[in-house]
């Protein structure tokens, strides 16, 4: 106790001296739950937006879209539920029937002395990156097979094999948890006029993509016996055909069928035939393409007929003996039953019909004889 000028000072001895260190604890305490909290409604936030918002739903049903076109298609009914999983597939194929039965007026200019060059661009995007070949003459195209009874062949062998100035891979194929031989195709398989391999009936639909005797390209769902008729020379199946008389079919980036390495076949007005290989799966390089992507590039490019084929890990370009392009394979190119080869004689070119005498209707697609099948 102390006395100064009168007054009398008695210290408060039920306030006892602050702990040095003990108010910073609590402050960092409460620094602690304040961030927890707000990663937890952080969280839950990004979960309604995701589930129940539309921009979070078109997000959440892009991601399940380029889960279907990968050999994880299941995964994505954890995003969507396996009902609208099931109901999304049946849906796109519908869709893309649909689309192939668009009447092609097949309006092509082609001059009978077109330029025999074959040149290649890069071409970006904001996601991905690829490569377009101009093949300025479309008779120089053929479709050409694997030659191994068995087994598909990858598209460099084939192009080396044959001499070809260039190829992409070709149509769909038989392909067991993705992992199969490559040999049985899906569809049609059509080589210089002839008719080399059918899962369907000579009147029965199936979706095309090719070019005929006059170097139209020709698709859309045809007929076995009509593809014959009209003179189509070379042809695989795939789908869809996504531009038909200039105008594209596909209407928004929802509609694209997910996000993946792409390969396309398109004609502009002169004649030329460009193939557009994007690459994919790769962070930090290239992500890959919807077919909305693809469609708007196309049409930048002047194409008035555009379809789409064999995708994902087995999309390839080769030229000048050379791979193009980053495969999104970590097994190196895959081995496949068909491709678009280019040729400075093409009517020089023979394609024998490697499934003549095999029973394709029980041929095991799972086993690979000759090579380990990459993916």
């Known amino acids: 106790m102390s006395t100064y000028r009168g007054y009398t000072y008695v210290p408060n001895k039920a306030a006892p001296t602050p702990t040095p260190g003990r108010k910073p604890k609590r402050r960092k305490h409460r620094i602690f739950g304040y961030i927890a909290i707000m990663m937890l409604l952080t969280s839950l936030g990004g979960v309604l937006w995701f589930y129940f918002t539309e921009s979070g739903t078109n997000l959440r049903y892009t991601l399940a879209d380029t889960l279907i076109t990968t050999q994880h298609r299941d995964y994505a009914k954890y995003l969507i539920g396996q009902d609208q999983l099931n109901r999304r597939v049946d849906d796109y194929l519908k869709k893309f029937d649909a689309m192939g039965l668009e009447k092609d007026n097949h309006n092509i200019q082609i001059s009978p002395l077109s330029n025999n060059t074959v040149q290649v661009e890069q071409v970006t995007g904001k996601k991905f990156k690829g490569y377009l070949m101009y093949v300025h003459n479309p008779k120089m195209i053929r479709v050409v097979t694997t030659n191994i009874v068995g087994q598909g062949e990858q598209i460099l062998s084939m192009v080396k094999r044959t001499g070809a100035l260039a190829g992409v891979n070709g149509g769909a194929f038989d392909d067991p948890n993705y992992d199969g031989n490559g040999f049985k195709p899906a569809g049609i398989v059509m080589s210089g006029g002839k008719l080399l391999y059918s899962d369907v009936g ?91 992507d693809a469609q708007q590039l ?20 080769v030229k000048d003996n050379q791979l193009v392009n980053r495969s999104s394979s970590s097994y190196g190119m895959r081995y496949l039953p068909t491709a678009f080869l280019v040729f400075d004689h093409p009517d020089q070119v023979e394609v024998p019909n490697v499934w003549a005498g095999i029973d394709m209707n029980h041929f095991n697609s799972s086993v690979k004889p000759f090579a380990k099948n990459s993916k």
């Open 298 to 317: 196309l049409l930048e490019k002047g194409a008035v007929t555009a379809a789409n084929l064999d995708g994902g890990s087995s999309s390839v370009l």
């Open 202 to 292: 000579m009147g029965d639909p199936v979706n095309v993509v090719g070019i005929d005797r006059n170097g139209v390209m020709v698709a859309g769902r045809y007929k076995p016996s009509e593809l014959l008729r009209i003179g189509v020379k070379d042809a695989v199946t795939f789908q869809p055909r996504f531009i038909v008389n200039g105008k594209g079919l596909v209407k928004n980036e929802a509609d694209g069928w997910g996000i993946a390495p792409r390969t396309c076949m398109a004609q502009s007005k002169d004649g030329t035939i460009m193939f557009l290989v994007i690459d994919g799966r790769q962070p930090g390089y290239s992500i890959g393409a919807t077919l909305y």
